[in-house]
């Protein structure tokens, strides 16, 4: 990373927050990049015969059950410092 990028960052107190997205647990939508699926939390869906589902999310929401992916961590290159709780 260019150091005047980084040090523009630094002064704005950048961050990276930890959301779905970059978690282990997140699977990517292939028909929306915005959304996926939770694989570790799932729930009984009413509407459908299915009595538990995978539990559909957006990539920059978060919970406390968040695990780092390493690859997705490497996917972030100079903006990975930036990651809030690293």
């Given at each position: 990373m260019?150091d005047?990028k980084?040090k ?12 779905c997205?970059l ?6 939508s ?8 939770c694989?570790k939390?799932g ?11 995978e539990l559909?999310?957006t ?7 968040w695990e780092?992916?390493r ?7 100079g903006f990975a410092?930036f990651?809030?709780?690293s």
């Amino acid at each position: 990373m260019d150091d005047n990028k980084k040090k523009v960052l630094q002064e704005i107190k950048y961050e990276v927050h930890k959301c779905c997205g970059l978690c282990a647990n997140f699977m990517r939508s292939h028909q929306n990049g915005m959304f996926g699926t939770c694989i570790k939390n799932g729930y009984e869906h009413l509407k459908h015969n299915e009595s538990q589902r995978e539990l559909s999310v957006t990539i920059y929401g978060g919970c406390p059950d968040w695990e780092e992916d390493r690859i997705k961590k490497n996917l972030l290159h100079g903006f990975a410092e930036f990651q809030k709780g690293s």
